[in-house]
């Protein structure tokens, strides 16, 4: 791995005697996306607060770029995306960008350059005149995209970018994102969505404080010593009760005429197969891949369950 | 200091200005209605007012005393009263503020110099009674001395800067401030303040925008239309009002550039500490409207209030400048002349700038 341009070390925040950091550490490459997913209030925003210099660690040490926030021209030199739209609504997205561009210092021939290439790769160019406030949620996001790009960073912090955003919208996020990704900008994408946390290139679990699991959403989705198999037929929910009881299988999730099966290492396929003869002939099982947000989901009903 | 940044800041401020109906009719139109308003509105003197007449004497000294009276811009005689009862309904009524009765003697009893006459007022507006009260005083006064009948030691006096004693000549210089209060306190006040509420602060973290540029950008347009204000203020009192400028016109607008720069640091204090717009807006009013309406000697002498009042007004940077603004006007003087009233203006000008800027730096831009 590249050195990182973003490294979290040994971060710990409380807001008063609520510890919501606890030691968070991580680490973000060139040319990286790393999503931090977890729960609503489970610390995200803090840490991407930390992450840019606004919010002060009780403990730890934040670096971006090899630089601390001692040196306080480095917070000019990242991009911020807040949760929210944080440009005004009031203003143009033509004025709103020239704004940012003034702000970063740029000359009238370098801004009228970069606004142009921006407005090309958020394919904005025919609405320049258009208030901010009149954007649809998707163009909002990429006009704030856009505007924290005009510094041109090599290193970003996104909090929950598409939230209340549509598929179609989303999806022409994450394309311009990619774009900014293979430019070797180090991003930290903060989501409480699963879905987009498997388009990341590696995700850390914000849980309780802390970074439970890390790793690529494939890694994250394989759950050590098991795997997935699909149950499928017509009469699939009466054999709910005896699937749970065969040997090797240790949760099933039932949905429409399918059941998911977490079974062990050792349970492969023609062994469920040979135990489900007994069950119901009518029923067929097949190896499924995992799916980052169905396993995530599921373990969190299965800590749910052991909670009792 | 980045000048670009500087700009930047001043130039986005516009536009919200110029995109917000409402405050730009705030900044505009608000100068003119409070100063017509308070103009005419405001009055410390009386005209016209409507006196009941009861002449018992029926004699050629009673009716040239009616005549005294009738003369004075400042009544207007009601006839055809019968008795006593008829004035105390019609002061009942409200038809008139005051009653005057003449009685049976007043001839004979004028010419051994023991005239009476009576006046029954309305005393449910005090002040109104008062003010009708020395007018009479007045022309019983005048008439007394032009038939001899001047008491041995008499007041000869005379009034300087506003001779006819019009109450307007005192008020618009008065109304200006407070005109300059509201806008440039009340204005500022909301534009911090919008910034934070908005979350763009956030965004503006991370750019290189120091706090300095932030808060100078912030100030600079309302600071323009506030200038503007003054001039469209100053033009109504000249050329509507008549007040005459007898100072000199570099004075006046270098002491209200002053005094518009300290209400819009208060403002602009308001809006860091109170953080949203609606606690800003009614806090600055209460700091700013109200202290430079009732404490700034504006309407109220500063001398009859109470002593600890009088103290509290030292707080009050209007109290300064509606004093400074009346001696510009009225009595030619010069700002640099006034150093007892300039002093303690640019004291607060330095103490706000120190502690705007100070508290500014905790809004998390780049020092």
Not at chain 1, 24 to 38: F, K, N, R
Not at chain 1, 188 to 202: F, K, Q, S, V
Not at chain 1, 227 to 238: D, F, I, K, L
Not at chain 2, 65 to 90: I, K
Request: aromatic share 8%.
């Amino acid at each position: 791995m590249a050195e990182p341009i973003i490294r979290l070390h040994e971060v710990s925040f409380a807001y008063g005697d609520e510890l919501v950091l606890q030691g968070v550490s991580l680490a973000v490459a060139p040319g990286e996306i790393y999503g931090l997913v977890g729960a609503d209030g489970a610390g995200k925003s803090t840490l991407l607060r930390i992450a840019v210099g606004q919010l002060r660690p009780d403990a730890g040490e934040v670096t971006v770029l090899g630089q601390s926030y001692a040196d306080p021209t480095l917070r000019a030199r990242v991009a911020y995306m807040p949760q929210g739209f944080g440009l005004y609504p009031d203003l143009s997205v033509q004025e709103n960008l020239e704004f940012f561009a003034d702000l970063h210092g740029l000359s009238k021939s370098a801004t009228a350059v970069r606004i142009r290439d921006l407005l090309a790769r958020t394919g904005m160019q025919a609405f320049t005149d258009r208030r901010a406030g009149k954007l649809s949620g998707g163009m909002m996001q990429k006009l704030a995209l856009a505007c924290a790009l005009m510094s041109d960073p090599r290193a970003m912090f996104l909090d929950e970018p598409t939230t209340g955003v549509d598929p179609v919208s989303r999806r022409a996020f994450w394309q311009l994102l990619s774009g900014v990704r293979a430019e070797g900008v180090a991003i930290l994408y903060a989501t409480a969505n699963l879905d987009e946390a498997e388009r990341c290139d590696r995700v850390g679990m914000l849980q309780d404080g802390g970074i439970r699991r890390e790793g690529t959403p494939v890694e994250l989705a394989r759950v050590e010593g098991r795997h997935e198999m699909a149950v499928s037929g017509p009469r699939v929910r009466e054999a709910l009760p005896a699937l749970r009881n065969l040997p090797g299988v240790e949760l099933v999730f039932p949905r429409g005429r399918t059941a998911t099966l977490w079974v062990t290492d050792d349970t492969d396929a023609r062994t469920l197969r040979e135990a489900l003869r007994g069950i119901d002939t009518q029923l067929a099982v097949r190896e499924v891949y995992p799916n980052l947000q169905e396993t995530i989901l599921r373990q969190l009903a299965l800590e749910e369950a052991a909670r009792g | 200091m980045n000048f670009q940044h500087v700009r930047a800041m001043a130039r986005k401020e516009w536009w919200h200005l110029l995109r917000d109906p409402r405050s730009l009719a705030l900044m505009l139109l608000m100068p003119t209605m409070l100063l017509f308003l308070f103009g005419y509105a405001i009055r410390l003197d009386i005209s016209d007012a409507p006196i009941a007449v009861l002449d018992e004497s029926h004699s050629a000294a009673s009716r040239t005393l009616q005549a005294r009276f009738d003369a004075s811009h400042a009544f207007t005689l009601r006839h055809g009263y019968a008795s006593r009862r008829e004035l105390r309904e019609a002061l009942q009524r409200g038809e008139v503020w005051g009653a005057l009765v003449i009685p049976p003697d007043y001839a004979r009893r004028l010419q051994q110099g023991q005239a009476r006459v009576q006046l029954l007022l309305d005393g449910v507006d005090a002040n109104t009674a008062r003010l009708v009260q020395n007018y009479a005083l007045l022309v019983l006064d005048n008439l007394a001395r032009e038939t001899g009948q001047s008491p041995a030691l008499a007041l000869q006096d005379r009034v300087y800067y506003n001779e006819t004693r019009e109450s307007r000549l005192a008020i618009v210089p008065g109304v200006i401030a407070l005109v300059m209060a509201v806008i440039g306190a009340l204005m500022t006040s909301l534009t911090i303040a919008r910034e934070m509420e908005l979350g763009n602060l956030v965004m503006l973290r991370t750019t290189p925008l120091t706090h300095g540029e932030f808060l100078i950008g912030k100030l600079a347009p309302y600071f323009v239309l506030g200038m503007v204000d003054l001039a469209v203020a100053t033009g109504a009192a000249i050329w509507v009002f008549d007040v005459p400028l007898r100072g000199s016109l570099v004075g006046l607008v270098g002491i209200s550039a002053v005094f518009l720069l300290v209400v819009m640091l208060q403002g602009a204090l308001i809006s860091i500490l109170a953080g949203n717009q609606l606690l800003a807006s009614q806090v600055a009013l209460v700091q700013t409207f109200l202290p430079a309406f009732l404490l700034s000697g504006f309407v109220f002498a500063i001398e009859n209030m109470p002593v600890v009042l009088q103290y509290v007004t030292y707080l009050v940077p209007a109290r300064f400048y509606v004093s400074l603004s009346k001696a510009i006007f009225l009595k030619g003087l010069a700002p640099w002349m006034l150093w007892s009233v300039t002093g303690p203006l640019l004291l607060m000008l330095a103490v706000l700038a120190a502690l705007t800027w100070r508290r500014a730096r905790r809004l998390g831009l780049l020092p």
